[in-house]
């Protein structure tokens, strides 16, 4: 699509917990943001929207592009940790659109990445970011994300990925025993240890849990429940030793992952962790390992450490990004990323 007859176009990014939209009037205007909600709070994206966005403008959106936080297959999309099932042809009808166009939410903050300056990111180590080269874009929250960007020359190409569920191995790190010992008290969602099981929201109360049982094994009925929130919070306080640990697991567990993915596809143009989670642990995770753990790749340390890792300190990038992509959609590529629905 092309020209002011698209606009004006909603764009948003629904997340498992926050649901944030904007509105681009036209092609020369300014994105146009408005109050998050909880997800959670209502019973579908239209409801959502006609609370967070209709009651407050009189402006009647044409078309909607929007980032969400499940898988996009099929004609229908069920958010992976909320209740909400997106049938587009609802969407069409309910909220009287031309078009409509869903992408996960990190290609979304891919997007974002893409858009925002580089004073809205903080830098992790060193390394130095090769203009057009390969980026990758990830980041731990009720799940955990991830998108890799190429450069063709004319065009950035967004590229979908499914991280969350691959296997995470431990006892490979700078330590070994300290993680073989939690190991077995670990929870494995699929029968075997993933990245969703660590480097997550739920996966950082499962840090912890496995890190207390495995100081405290004579008092396992004693064991004490605490969310990711808190256990961050204690951390950053100084007041609670297993959690400062699981913030230490959390963090080089991250940083792993996110350097295997960085040797994975040679990384060139960055790394860049973004999401909620991430921002609100920054300085956590900056003192905790992550950057040690992303180069501890012999024998090719050398390539990793030349690849520079950032956070993006703005919970704001993906709707950012996706206005930036209505405006220049000829910048990007994203047939590999997004799904297209118009009314019939």
Not at 5 to 10: A, E, I, R, S, T
Not at 239 to 251: G, P
Request: charged share 20%; with cysteine; net charge negative.
């Amino acid at each position: 699509m092309s020209g002011n007859l698209d606009f004006p176009v909603l764009v948003g990014d629904v997340g498992g917990t926050n649901s944030r939209f904007g509105l681009v009037r036209d092609v020369h205007s300014e994105l146009e943001l408005f109050d998050p909600v909880k997800t959670n709070d209502y019973p579908d994206l239209q409801s959502a929207i006609d609370d967070a966005v209709s009651s407050k403008t009189s402006i009647m959106a044409k078309r909607l592009v929007l980032g969400i936080a499940g898988p996009i297959s099929g004609t229908q999309y069920k958010l992976t940790n909320a209740r909400w099932n997106i049938r587009p042809d609802e969407v069409l009808q309910d909220l009287s659109l031309r078009n409509v166009e869903f992408m996960n939410d990190f290609p979304a903050q891919a997007l974002g990445v893409l858009a925002i300056k580089r004073d809205a990111m903080f830098k992790i180590g060193g390394g130095e970011y090769r203009k057009n080269g390969t980026r990758i874009v990830l980041g731990p929250g009720t799940s955990f994300g991830i998108a890799t960007i190429v450069h063709t020359g004319s065009r950035w190409i967004i590229i979908p990925g499914e991280a969350a569920c691959a296997d995470l191995g431990l006892g490979s790190g700078y330590h070994p025993e300290r993680e073989l010992a939690m190991q077995p008290h670990l929870t494995k969602t699929c029968g075997r240890l993933t990245v969703e099981d660590m480097i997550t929201g739920p996966g950082l109360e499962n840090l912890y849990q496995a890190v207390w049982l495995s100081e405290n094994k004579e008092n396992c009925s004693r064991r004490p429940k605490m969310s990711a929130a808190q256990i961050s919070a204690a951390a950053a306080a100084n007041s609670d030793d297993v959690a400062n640990k699981a913030v230490e697991h959390f963090s080089g567990l991250l940083g792993r992952v996110a350097g295997n993915i960085a040797l994975t596809v040679i990384a060139t143009g960055g790394v860049y962790v973004t999401g909620g989670m991430a921002h609100k642990m920054l300085d956590l995770i900056k003192q905790n390992g992550f950057r040690r753990e992303f180069e501890h790749k012999e024998p090719q340390e050398e390539l990793v450490k030349s690849i520079p890792t950032y956070f993006v300190n703005r919970e704001l990038a993906a709707v950012e990004g996706l206005a930036n992509y209505v405006k220049t959609p000829d910048l990007f590529d994203l047939s590999l990323a997004s799904a297209s629905f118009n009314y019939r």
